[in-house]
């Protein structure tokens, strides 16, 4: 039961900080017009769960192809890979890869704070604190939460 409630969390999470990303204001953006679209297809595909994991990662494929080192895009197929459990090796490449091409600091210490929230989820928790403590006012409640020595 526990489990079932973290990873609806971190689904919660992922989807929330995309909407967020995306409606606001920012140097990081999906310019493509056919990328944005697989993403938007994307994002419908993981909120149906178990039956659009694989479906979504490949839309963001897609989206990738068209708009190559797009922090959004990868950020999200990180997560998808992770909320699958298809790809977790694969999944922190991603979230790594969104990292480094982040261009608004804000977006990259969101991005920061959810994979600090993945490797909870993987028991990984010195990694979690650590990116917890990058992820800056994000991460605060769960460093005092669970990062306290």
């Known amino acids: 039961m526990t489990r079932k ?3 609806l969390l971190i689904i919660i999470v992922a989807i929330s900080s995309c909407r967020l990303l ?6 990081d953006a999906i310019k493509n017009p056919q990328a944005l679209e697989y993403y938007i297809q994307a994002q419908e595909q993981s909120a149906k769960g178990k039956v659009g994991f694989q479906n979504a990662i490949n839309l963001l494929n897609k989206a990738d192809s068209l708009e ?3 922090a959004i895009i990868l950020h ?4 998808t890979k992770f909320n699958s459990k ?7 490449i991603d979230l790594q890869l969104s990292i480094n091409y982040s261009t608004d600091e804000k977006d990259k210490l969101i991005r920061y704070n959810n994979r600090g929230i993945c490797y909870m989820e993987i028991n990984k928790m010195d990694k979690a604190c650590e990116d917890w403590a990058r992820s800056g ?4 409640s ?3 939460k669970y990062c306290n020595k």
Do not use: A, H, Q, W
């Not at 006012?137 to 605060?140: D, L």
């Open 142 to 144: 769960y460093t005092e």
């Open 22 to 27: 995306l409606s606001r204001k920012t140097s």
């Open 137 to 140: 006012k994000y991460g605060e």
């Open 86 to 92: 298809i790809d977790i090796d694969g999944s922190f």
């Open 5 to 7: 409630v973290i990873i």
């Open 76 to 79: 999200e197929r990180g997560l």
């Open 68 to 70: 190559p080192k797009n």
